[in-house]
């Protein structure tokens, strides 16, 4: 009964609110004061955020449009005082209101909150406020941050609204407020998190992100860190959020040729030489822009601007400086072969030949470091089928059902543990041996035979590789893929 009293009490203060408003549009003093009992009854209404269940009621009673209501005040040039306030109460309230932990106490209460602001418009109210913010005043500053919040509480209850909000005007206002110039605070390190979380598994937001120069602003946003560290835990959190960022546009073919355009690889290729913290996940955008037949085009420039000598090095030897950046030697091995592999899958002609060359140079040099690196995966896998295979035993054993489902974790664990690593490792070893240079393929062999490896593994995973490929893509696809794989697999 009390929470319905003051969802009325606030109703009634609403209203009587708008009425003194549209009698006295020039006089704030004569509303001053039904503003402040407004606000006072928003501040009680906090209440209402430790109880979930009860959040049908604010629908029910009107509620959440009014409160709406106070977010989109007509006269933006005469916005009083109060009308500040009580957009920064709202904004508290709906913060409270939309916390993560409360949504999840109660699916029910949530679902009827989230629908009834989503069509109130809310993010495109929020945006509208955002925009008038002056973030050098603090209490503004915070206003925004706690508008952010809204928008990643909802976000993150619901996946499915992020292309919406989106195009309410939140991507167009998030890039711009990240390439503001401005000193690096709490706002810059939100905006780029929730620029990630919007990107996330959504191709619109990736096309809409695209179409706004988005990836020049991430680009640009990023080039600062190409000869110096981020200064700070929160510099770099913002940098890894715009990095992860990019790897999700890249994931979009539109996006692979903006990043081309843009010099994305020529700043890359900076950040790989430069030696900085940047250089881990210049690799993995890399790997992200040149990968599948839409990365042919990023193939070709990357050995254009003399890419084969950056990432070779790293092939030959995985950097020590890894821990610092808390990637694991696995995690970049697997991005360097992973660009091996695209660019033998992508490259014609002369730029083909280039990288066929960088195989026999130095007697073969990185011949030998692959197979090293065929060896050690190969082991790791070994090892990991070992306790997969003890595993399903004991299963059957306990009288358990081996279904698909479980067959698909078993086979996500042997991705892991180094499978996938290596099945990027066989794909370049059959891939140079057909290449016509019988040097490469008589290297191959001699060193498998040397250390008691078998051809017959090697065709083993290959064809594990070729049946699990083209995840997403057309089925004329996969088969024409399947058989080049094949193909490849038979003359080895």
């Known amino acids: 009964i009390s929470v319905k009293k003051m969802i009325l009490t606030f109703e ?21 004061e039904s503003e402040l009992d407004l606000n006072d009854i928003i501040q009680e209404m906090h209440v209402i955020a430790t109880m979930p269940d009860l959040y049908h009621l604010l629908v029910e009673l009107n509620a959440v449009h009014s409160l709406l209501g106070l977010l989109s005040h007509e006269n933006t040039d005469i916005l009083s005082l109060t009308d500040w306030l009580s957009f920064f109460a709202v904004v508290d309230l709906l ?3 939309t916390d993560i932990d409360t949504l999840h106490e109660s699916e029910e209460g949530a679902e ?20 008038r913010l002056d973030e050098q005043v603090k209490e503004e500053a915070d206003g925004i941050y706690n508008t952010l919040a809204i928008t990643e509480n909802m976000a993150e209850f619901r996946p499915g609204l992020c292309t919406e909000a989106a195009q309410q005007g939140l991507m167009q206002w998030l890039l711009k407020r990240i390439k503001a110039k401005m000193p690096f605070d709490a706002n810059k390190l939100y905006c780029s998190e929730i620029l990630a979380i919007l990107l996330q598994n959504n191709d619109n937001t990736r096309e809409l992100l695209g179409e706004m120069d988005g990836i020049d602003v991430l680009l640009q946003q990023l080039s600062v860190f190409k000869r110096h560290n981020p200064s700070t835990a929160e510099e770099q959190e913002m940098m890894e959020n715009l990095f992860d960022g990019l790897c999700s546009c890249l994931m979009l073919p539109t996006n692979r040729d903006r990043f081309l355009r843009g010099e ?17 996940s210049a690799l993995k955008v890399l790997d992200h822009g040149m990968i599948g037949p839409e990365g042919a085009d990023n193939c070709h420039k990357f050995v254009d601007i003399l890419g084969l000598r950056t990432i070779f090095p790293l092939f030959m030897k995985t950097p020590k400086k890894m821990k610092k950046t808390g990637a694991s030697e696995k995690e970049h091995e697997e991005h360097v072969c992973s660009i091996i592999a695209s660019m033998l899958r992508n490259l014609k002609s002369q730029q083909r030949s280039r990288l066929l060359n960088k195989f026999t140079e130095n007697d073969c040099e990185k011949v030998d470091r692959l197979m090293e690196l065929h060896f050690k995966y190969l082991e790791a896998v070994q090892q990991a089928d070992k306790r997969i295979e003890g595993e399903k035993h004991e299963m059957v054993r306990q009288g358990e059902i081996l279904d698909d489902s ?11 543990a180094g499978l996938f690593v290596l ?26 035979n040397l250390r008691g490896g078998s051809v017959k593994v090697v065709r083993h995973i290959m064809r594990e590789y070729a049946e699990s490929i083209g995840d997403g893509k057309s089925d004329e696809f996969k088969e024409a893929e399947r058989k080049r794989i094949m193909d490849l697999v038979d003359n080895f």
């Not at 020529?266 to 913290?277: G, I």
């Not at 479980?406 to 892991?416: G, S, T």
């Open 112 to 131: 009827v909150l989230i629908d009834a602001l989503l069509e109130g418009q809310v993010v495109a109210l929020l945006v509208q406020n955002m925009e």
């Open 406 to 416: 479980m067959e698909d974790e078993f086979y996500l664990r042997r991705l892991d």
């Open 264 to 280: 994305g690889l020529q700043l890359m290729n900076l950040m790989l030489r430069e030696k900085k913290m940047s250089r881990t």
């Open 423 to 448: 099945q990027l490792i066989c794909y370049i070893m059959v891939e140079i041996s057909n290449s016509g240079i019988s040097q490469l393929q008589q290297r191959v062999h001699q060193i498998l």
């Open 95 to 97: 913060q409270e209101l």
């Open 12 to 32: 009634k203060r609403s209203y009587k609110n708008q009425e003194l408003r549209i009698k006295f549009p020039d006089n704030p003093e004569k509303f001053m």
